[in-house]
């Protein structure tokens, strides 16, 4: 059953050009592709873990029984915007679950950060490791870049920090999964300062942009930096302990920022070529208003490892920072389908026009960067996307026959 959501089910949500999607929800034409996809790990984690907790009641093996097709023909016919607001409730409960657990397993958080490697090591290590054997160039990353600590996760699986097994020279650390991950799973928050696209601008950051790969824009244009979130994770520990040591009676709550182990989502790698993404990065709102049904309890909130520049906007509660009084927005890494024991991947979806891509980098879904960057496709790369895209359907029709045959066959 695996095998069949992977292969047939996820690249139907993948490919959708359903022209009711841009007439049924505004903004950006990529952010309507992310919401299906989203939504139709959503419906299916929903299933999988209702069937999971009915086992465990009536005390009988598990076993994956959705039906792929009547799941789908039933989903399909959702408009967009439920789908969104189903994706919303979905990934509300979701965070607020993991927030419940962090501050359950430790009221003071966990950092999930391994040590920072010093730049010369850093630079010594790709430097050799560009000839190195194998052996060699393990030993190395051992030695250069030290694993964080395991991370629990309320599903039962582990995620962890270490060095990443992309085959390029950028990758530095990546994000593994340990365990069993379903699709539709919260694997990494994105944490980082937020800037407007105007705040960005008169910060004096845009030059830098295209030097900074770890700047993440939402669909509504606000950014985050996810750059010095370590670094300065790492600063405020000591400063901490120097004060302890002093005799200070300094809080450790401002910590807890810093403390979120799943604000990792700034060391998810783009995919090295061949390799398609696993994750998918969603936009979304940490509720504060307490009317809404699914907020995000006061003492949860020190957990958002989000903040806004502070010269633009007011001051909610201590150290959180917010636009509109009503949610701290931010981006948030969703499971595109089963995990098991692997390095997280994501599409950067990188300018296929303007960006001063890396040479190791290449596109997973070359229209989808067109798409996301708002940028028109050349008609030759339009012609080759119709053809693959036959050839596809070709494959998947075949897949789904000789399926329906084995069936038959076994009947």
């Given at each position: 059953?695996?095998?069949?959501?992977?292969?047939?089910?996820?690249?139907?949500?993948?490919?959708?050009?359903?022209?009711?999607?841009?007439?049924?929800?505004?903004?950006?034409?990529?952010?309507?592709?992310?919401?299906?996809?989203?939504?139709?790990?959503?419906?299916?984690?929903?299933?999988?873990?209702?069937?999971?907790?009915?086992?465990?009641?009536?005390?009988?093996?598990?076993?994956?029984?959705?039906?792929?097709?009547?799941?789908?023909?039933?989903?399909?016919?959702?408009?967009?915007?439920?789908?969104?607001?189903?994706?919303?409730?979905?990934?509300?409960?979701?965070?607020?679950?993991?927030?419940?657990?962090?501050?359950?397993?430790?009221?003071?958080?966990?950092?999930?950060?391994?040590?920072?490697?010093?730049?010369?090591?850093?630079?010594?290590?790709?430097?050799?490791?560009?000839?190195?054997?194998?052996?060699?160039?393990?030993?190395?990353?051992?030695?250069?870049?030290?694993?964080?600590?395991?991370?629990?996760?309320?599903?039962?699986?582990?995620?962890?920090?270490?060095?990443?097994?992309?085959?390029?020279?950028?990758?530095?650390?990546?994000?593994?999964?340990?365990?069993?991950?379903?699709?539709?799973?919260?694997?990494?928050?994105?944490?980082?300062?937020?800037?407007?696209?105007?705040?960005?601008?008169?910060?004096?950051?845009?030059?830098?942009?295209?030097?900074?790969?770890?700047?993440?824009?939402?669909?509504?244009?606000?950014?985050?930096?996810?750059?010095?979130?370590?670094?300065?994770?790492?600063?405020?520990?000591?400063?901490?302990?120097?004060?302890?040591?002093?005799?200070?009676?300094?809080?450790?709550?401002?910590?807890?920022?810093?403390?979120?182990?799943?604000?990792?989502?700034?060391?998810?790698?783009?995919?090295?070529?061949?390799?398609?993404?696993?994750?998918?990065?969603?936009?979304?709102?940490?509720?504060?208003?307490?009317?809404?049904?699914?907020?995000l309890p006061k003492e949860l909130r020190p957990?958002?490892?989000?903040?806004?520049?502070?010269?633009?906007?007011?001051?909610?509660?201590?150290?959180?920072?917010?636009?509109?009084?009503?949610?701290?927005?931010?981006?948030?890494?969703?499971?595109?389908?089963?995990?098991?024991?692997?390095?997280?991947?994501?599409?950067?979806?990188?300018?296929?026009?303007?960006?001063?891509?890396?040479?190791?980098?290449?596109?997973?879904?070359?229209?989808?960067?067109?798409?996301r960057s708002l940028e028109p496709m050349p008609?030759?790369?339009?012609?080759?996307?119709?053809?693959?895209?036959?050839?596809?359907?070709?494959?998947?029709?075949?897949?789904?026959?000789?399926?329906?045959?084995?069936?038959?066959?076994?009947?």
């Open positions: 059953m695996k095998w069949v959501f992977n292969n047939i089910f996820m690249p139907i949500a993948n490919r959708l050009e359903n022209s009711a999607i841009g007439r049924s929800l505004g903004g950006h034409p990529q952010m309507k592709y992310d919401v299906v996809k989203v939504a139709w790990t959503q419906h299916y984690r929903n299933h999988y873990y209702d069937l999971l907790k009915e086992s465990k009641k009536k005390n009988i093996p598990f076993v994956d029984n959705f039906e792929h097709e009547k799941e789908w023909a039933a989903f399909s016919r959702l408009s967009i915007p439920a789908q969104y607001r189903a994706n919303k409730k979905n990934l509300n409960r979701q965070v607020n679950s993991l927030f419940e657990f962090i501050a359950k397993e430790d009221p003071r958080g966990t950092n999930p950060y391994p040590p920072i490697p010093l730049e010369s090591e850093v630079k010594r290590f790709k430097q050799l490791s560009k000839n190195a054997k194998e052996k060699l160039d393990d030993r190395l990353a051992e030695e250069v870049y030290k694993e964080g600590p395991k991370i629990a996760h309320p599903d039962g699986f582990h995620l962890q920090i270490k060095k990443s097994k992309a085959d390029h020279p950028d990758s530095g650390f990546g994000v593994f999964v340990e365990g069993d991950c379903p699709p539709g799973t919260l694997v990494g928050i994105y944490p980082g300062s937020l800037y407007t696209n105007s705040e960005f601008h008169d910060a004096g950051m845009t030059e830098r942009m295209y030097e900074n790969e770890y700047l993440v824009a939402r669909y509504d244009d606000i950014i985050i930096d996810g750059r010095d979130w370590p670094l300065r994770s790492y600063e405020a520990h000591v400063n901490l302990s120097l004060l302890d040591l002093a005799g200070g009676q300094q809080s450790h709550d401002a910590l807890r920022k810093f403390r979120n182990p799943f604000a990792i989502g700034n060391f998810i790698n783009h995919p090295p070529s061949g390799t398609k993404p696993n994750v998918l990065l969603y936009n979304y709102e940490f509720l504060l208003e307490e009317e809404n049904e699914d907020f957990f958002i490892p989000n903040e806004m520049n502070r010269k633009y906007v007011r001051k909610f509660d201590r150290d959180l920072y917010y636009i509109d009084g009503k949610n701290i927005p931010t981006v948030i890494a969703v499971a595109l389908r089963h995990l098991k024991n692997e390095e997280l991947f994501l599409d950067y979806r990188l300018n296929p026009v303007k960006s001063k891509t890396p040479e190791w980098y290449t596109h997973p879904n070359i229209e989808e960067s067109y798409r008609q030759g790369l339009i012609e080759e996307l119709k053809k693959e895209e036959e050839e596809w359907k070709k494959s998947r029709d075949a897949s789904l026959a000789a399926k329906e045959n084995n069936q038959l066959k076994k009947e």
